[in-house]
Each structure stands twice: as C-alpha cells, then as structure tokens.
C-alpha cells in the first residue's frame, strides 16, 4: 500500500505562484507514473498533469500548458507541481495520485489508471 501526501496549497492572488508537492510512502516512487487531478465543487474530477518513469516525460491538460510543470524530485521523493499565472479557475481541491507505471503511450489522463490516491490540497486564486 502505498501513501500519498499533498502540501503546498493556499490562498493567492490572481497571477501569482503556487508549489504543490506530494510525497510518498515508498521508496520506489521513481516506478511509479503520477498524475494531478483537481476538482472543484459540484464537478467532476480533472486531469491536471502527469509525469512517467525513464525519461519523465510528462503531459498536460491545455488549460495549463505553458503555466505548470510536473516534475520528480528523487532527493525528497516527491513529485511537484509548479503553477504559475494562476487564474481564478485553477480554484479546487488537487489530488495527487500514483501507479505502478509498466510502460506505453497515452497513460495517465484518466482517474482509473490510478490506484493509490492522496487526499488532496486546497488551492483558491482570488480575481
């Protein structure tokens, strides 16, 4: 079983900053592909960005490109996402989540590729 745990949301303003990380229970999380999620109220949950094992190669949703980034930090064994420009519609709770990764094209935009879940960080951008 593995254990995942988000921090770094908040409260900013429109245009700023914002670092979520999220660390494992496993000192193997290097095999493992993890996505962000979010989701706000009363909607359903949505893919944010996912990077894979090997060569980190990563994805975005196209709301986000240009203003995130995913990335592995092995000394922490964490995976952060850096968001910059926030918008009031990045507004929601983000979820973190991690599976085993075994290879192929076209994985990690979906919730039921992922078995191992956090239990999320409040992010709020103020207009």
């Known amino acids: 079983q593995v254990q995942l745990v988000e921090s770094g949301g908040g409260l900013v303003q429109a245009g700023s900053s914002l670092r979520l990380s999220c660390a494992a229970s496993?000192?193997?999380?290097?095999?493992?592909?993890v996505g962000w999620f979010r989701q706000v109220q009363g909607r359903e949950r949505e893919f944010v960005a996912v990077?894979?094992?090997?060569?980190?190669?990563?994805d975005y949703t196209d709301s986000v490109k240009g203003r995130f980034t995913i990335s592995r930090n092995t000394a922490t064994n964490t995976v952060d996402l850096q968001m910059n420009s926030l918008k009031p519609e990045d507004t929601g709770i983000y979820y973190c989540?991690?599976?085993?990764?075994?290879?192929?094209?076209?994985?990690?935009?979906?919730?039921?590729?992922?078995?191992?879940w956090g239990q999320g960080t409040q992010v709020t951008v103020s207009s």
């Open positions: 990077i894979v094992p090997g060569d980190s190669s990563a």
């Open positions: 496993t000192r193997t999380f290097n095999n493992y592909a």
């Open positions: 989540a991690a599976e085993l990764y075994y290879g192929g094209g076209d994985f990690g935009r979906e919730e039921l590729d992922y078995q191992y």
